[in-house]
């Protein structure tokens, strides 16, 4: 009988250890919707701070950062920019002033951390990325 037990021990342990990994690989399972979407940090250099009204975000190493998707949320010198929800690791910002005109645009990298623990992101949203631009 302890030998029957310690095979029904064993294989319990194993079939939670199948689920388990399964889990990781299935964006349904293991990858909590926490609410939000991707978003961009970008801290905009002092020089600029003040005459920057709006800044862009594409995600994609040839993407084009569009005015019309800009936002004007800023604390500080950090401007959080919402994205699609995406883990690519190339973008491009850019700066606009208060008439709409373009005062910087350049690619970035993009390192993505999960929301609620600080990680490297293992799932599609709920991540961030900061970009410093000096």
Same mark, same amino acid.
């Given at each position: 009988?302890?030998?029957?037990?310690?095979?029904?021990?064993?294989?319990?342990?194993?079939?939670?250890?199948?689920? $388990?990994? $399964?889990? /990781?690989?299935?964006?349904?399972?293991?990858?909590? *919707?926490?609410?939000? @979407?991707?978003?961009?940090?970008?801290?905009?250099?002092?020089?600029? %701070?003040?005459?920057? !009204?709006?800044?862009?975000? /594409?995600? @994609? %190493?040839? /993407? +084009?950062? !569009? =005015? !019309?998707?800009?936002?004007? #949320?800023?604390?500080?010198? +950090?401007? +959080?920019?919402?994205?699609?929800?995406?883990?690519?690791?190339?973008? =491009?910002?850019?700066?606009?002033?208060?008439?709409?005109?373009?005062?910087? #645009?350049?690619?970035?990298?993009?390192?993505?951390? *999960?929301?609620?623990? @600080? $990680?490297?992101?293992? /799932? =599609?949203?709920?991540?961030?990325? !900061?970009?410093?631009?000096?």
């Amino acid at each position: 009988m302890g030998n029957r037990r310690g095979t029904l021990v064993t294989a319990t342990i194993g079939i939670g250890l199948v689920l $388990a990994l $399964a889990g /990781c690989s299935s964006p349904g399972s293991a990858c909590a *919707d926490y609410g939000q @979407g991707n978003t961009v940090d970008v801290v905009v250099p002092d020089h600029l %701070a003040t005459a920057v !009204e709006s800044v862009a975000v /594409c995600v @994609g %190493a040839d /993407c +084009t950062p !569009e =005015r !019309e998707s800009a936002t004007s #949320e800023v604390d500080g010198t +950090t401007w +959080t920019v919402p994205v699609e929800q995406t883990q690519d690791e190339r973008g =491009r910002v850019a700066l606009f002033d208060a008439h709409g005109a373009q005062l910087d #645009e350049r690619g970035v990298d993009l390192a993505w951390t *999960d929301y609620g623990f @600080g $990680a490297p992101l293992q /799932c =599609r949203g709920s991540g961030v990325a !900061e970009v410093r631009l000096d």
